[in-house]
């Protein structure tokens, strides 16, 4: 993507240089000798990111109250508890809340107000504005998935909500200008005896949204590169009277992308702390890691930048802490620090649930309908490195989607493959009734179903790049499955196509994995210039994951949604058998023998 034309980034970050020069924080005052030390006030920020839909502490999918391995809870409903506590603890004295994005889009209850009965229909106040308003946030960041049901509903979300929803590097396409709030700055008292103090909160949302989201920005909006726009904003927001400038961003400090270098950044937080002088704390999400604290030394200034992230779903509550004196009319910072809180500690909220306790209520009820009803029990706890019907239900129902669809046209006698990825380890189908709750614990995400044509040689460049997933183990060497992947590579980005016969051979390196690539049922090997039509999901085509030859124009795209296909196909068969669609097609191999 271009950037607006302008001052190139080296003037940009030089003017913010010398504008943040001035007020920066001294990490600890010079003292004359024999002079009383000087008079301390507090500020805590508390900080929530990637709560994804979660207000109760509910696993839709169990049906059950959530749990996991480590005894994590989630929910709104539980950082509501401890966001009073500390509130209570520090009354009369200055606290804020900031969430770092994501925040409409990940349970079944938020999809069931975008899809079942979107707000934008029915006019009902959303369950993540009802809960956030309670809590009374002082700002909240927008995240990539903020964009997955559209701008009409993001912008009724918006103006349901009692505090500001920032995006500094949102631009309207158009017009050049910022489509959403790009900062606040709040006057926050501390107290008596002291002048407000002037708190700069700058949002900056993902870059992404860009690919991962195309359908519904392309056109309308541009999202800049976010180390580009801090060092845009800070000296603005200093300039205009910020005595501290906090950062609520939605990116990782990693540094990486998974997707490739034509769009800024995915995960520059460090690098935004390193590079922007004037900054003095980054509150990060999108990730889903838990940084407790961290500090990055500003290259041009010196001074440290305090970051944390508080891993995911509202499970955990990052708290920042900072002291500050005024001297000669200015504020200073002299200590910062953050810790963590577990949200497993608490009782939910009472106000909270009673808020959206309808409304989640209304969900369970939905969520809990059969479809069908299943011969043998299919899990995907295997699906990662073994063929398994689970996954095999996803690719019948996507590429006979698309096989109708393409009937009479140029393409119907193409073979029609389907791209499909273990996006949960724990979900079941069980034997008997299978429910909404299985078919959505299955396909997690809001994916729509797309379709492009590949050749021969991409078919394999695309599946040597899904081989990656997997470490290289020697023949003869023992396998663990719980260590066969490489951790850096999300379960997300792997992917197992139907329609082809192949093997993958974790012994040999990466790129030189695809050791037998046929057509389906035969010993002939796939030409290079075969031509095959690819069933694959929008977050996949678009970009996502960075796959090679998938970035293309669509030879189908009706927005249906993969999650309701499959609901849909299930209903309209009554039995999930898989006789009708399971055929083992790929298998893991060392030299040739088959690692399972």
Do not use: C
């Amino acid at each position: 993507m271009t950037s607006p034309s302008g001052p190139s980034r080296r003037q940009v970050l030089a003017a913010a240089a010398a504008a943040a020069a001035a007020p920066l924080i001294a990490a600890t005052p010079a003292r004359a000798a024999g002079r009383p030390p000087a008079r301390t006030w507090d500020l805590t920020l508390l900080g929530t990111s990637d709560t994804h839909g979660n207000v109760y502490n509910w696993d839709y999918y169990r049906d059950a109250e959530y749990d996991d391995s480590s005894q994590n809870d989630v929910g709104v409903a539980k950082l509501a508890t401890l966001i009073n506590q500390i509130r209570a603890e520090r009354r009369g004295k200055a606290t804020l809340v900031l969430d770092a994005g994501d925040t409409i889009q990940g349970t079944p209850l938020a999809t069931f107000y975008a899809k079942q009965e979107p707000i934008t229909s029915t006019g009902e106040k959303h369950p993540m504005a009802r809960a956030m308003n309670i809590i009374d946030y002082d700002a909240v960041t927008l995240g990539n998935h903020e964009f997955n049901y559209g701008l009409p509903l993001l912008d009724l979300w918006i103006r349901q909500l009692g505090f500001p929803a920032l995006a500094a590097n949102a631009v309207n396409a158009k017009t050049g200008k910022p489509a959403f709030t790009p900062y606040v700055i709040k006057k926050v008292s501390l107290g008596l005896a002291a002048p407000a103090l002037r708190v700069g909160i700058l949002g900056l949302t993902n870059p992404g949204v860009a690919i991962w989201d195309r359908g519904n920005v392309e056109g309308k909006l541009r999202f800049d590169d976010m180390i580009a726009t801090a060092a845009k904003y800070v000296p603005i927001m200093r300039q205009r009277g910020a005595d501290i400038v906090l950062i609520s961003a939605h990116g990782g400090d990693s540094g990486t992308s998974s997707y490739g270098p034509e769009l800024p950044n995915e995960n520059p937080v460090a690098l935004i702390a390193e590079q922007v002088p004037g900054i003095d704390a980054i509150l990060f999400g999108h990730a889903h890691n838990e940084v407790v604290e961290r500090f990055v030394t500003n290259k041009q200034t010196g001074q440290q930048v305090l970051l944390s992230e508080p891993s995911k779903w509202g499970q955990r509550l990052t708290r920042m802490d900072f002291t500050l004196t005024r001297e000669r009319g200015r504020w200073s910072i002299t200590t910062k620090s953050a810790t963590m809180l577990n949200t497993n500690t608490v009782v939910e909220d009472p106000k909270i649930l009673a808020a959206v306790r309808a409304q989640h209520k209304k969900t369970v009820a939905y969520v809990n309908q059969v479809v069908a009803r299943a011969t043998v029990e299919m899990s995907a706890v295997e699906s990662r490195y073994k063929d398994t019907p689970i996954l095999d239900f996803i690719n019948h129902v996507q590429a006979e989607t698309v096989t109708k669809a393409l009937a009479g046209t140029q393409y119907a006698d193409l073979p029609v493959l389907s791209q499909a990825s273990p996006f949960s380890r724990t979900a079941v189908f069980p034997a008997g009734d299978v429910k909404i709750r299985d078919v959505a614990g299955l396909y997690v995400f809001d994916n729509t179903l797309e379709a492009v044509v590949l050749s021969g040689a991409e078919v394999r460049a695309y599946l040597e790049y899904s081989a990656k997933y997997f470490n290289t183990v020697a023949p003869g060497a023992p396998v663990d499955p719980e260590q066969i992947s490489d951790p850096s590579v999300p379960d997300y980005n792997y992917d197992a196509l139907s329609g082809v016969d192949y093997d993958i051979d974790i012994a040999k390196p990466v790129g030189r994995r695809i050791t037998r690539l046929v057509l389906a049922g035969t010993d002939t090997p796939v030409a290079d210039d075969a031509q095959f039509v690819v069933a694959v999901n929008n977050y996949r085509r678009s970009g996502g994951g960075n796959f090679p030859g998938i970035v293309k124009t669509q030879v189908y795209n009706e927005q249906q949604e993969i999650r309701q296909l499959l609901i849909d196909w299930a209903q309209a068969k009554g039995m999930i058998d898989p006789a009708d669609f399971f055929q083992p097609n790929w298998r893991l191999v060392r030299e040739g023998v088959p690692v399972f």
